[in-house]
């Protein structure tokens, strides 16, 4: 009699898309710890343990930037706020979706105009003429630019067949694009405190 009823429960499996969300939101909150542990290492220090010449623990002075460097880093920083704010729209039309709150087409309808963005903010970045100092900077911001416009084209293809691992590889995608992006930033515009 116990063993019928035993029988009769629902049995719980994780299906794909269960294993994709998780798989996104893993991804997300790496990203969020590396932010935190960014910023816990440039967090003030008390007075007494810090050095006379530095206001934060662990930073390291730098030398005045040129005239071409800052003014390549504002030119960037224009570019960049579309950037920022167009990755962040891409993550949350992916999550809308995993959620159940959109459905396959509004991904498409929400992501399909980022696109554009990247390669407009492309062909902006193109247009850029970097100092030999920023280059390696100039680079990977390409390469981030390159990263998300793939993750855009890679994401609108659930709208197609419905398939989640389009999402899996556009948010990995978006991971790596993200990355590149903290490292141009730590470089021009650290703590992301925009340019003079």
Request: overall charge positive; charged content about 25%.
């Amino acid at each position: 009699m116990f063993a019928a009823a035993e029988d009769s429960r629902p049995q719980h499996r994780f299906g794909l898309k269960q294993i994709a969300l998780g798989l996104l939101l893993v991804g997300l909150g790496a990203l969020a710890a590396l932010a935190v542990l960014r910023e816990m290492a440039r967090s003030p220090s008390s007075a007494a343990t810090a050095p006379a010449a530095s206001a934060y623990a662990g930073t390291v002075s730098r030398p005045a930037r040129t005239a071409a460097e800052e003014k390549y880093a504002a030119d960037l920083w224009a570019i960049h706020e579309g950037v920022k704010a167009s990755a962040v729209k891409m993550t949350f039309a992916g999550l809308s979706y995993k959620m159940g709150d959109t459905d396959k087409t509004a991904v498409k309808t929400k992501v399909t105009p980022l696109t554009k963005v990247f390669e407009d903010a492309q062909a902006k970045l193109d247009a850029l003429e970097a100092p030999a100092s920023l280059q390696k900077q100039h680079d990977q911001y390409a390469e981030a630019l390159k990263l998300y416009k793939s993750a855009s084209l890679e994401m609108v293809k659930v709208a197609q067949d419905g398939k989640d691992e389009h999402l899996i590889k556009a948010q990995a995608m978006s991971y790596n694009a993200s990355e590149n992006l903290l490292r141009v930033g730590d470089v021009l515009w650290p703590g992301e405190n925009r340019p003079n």
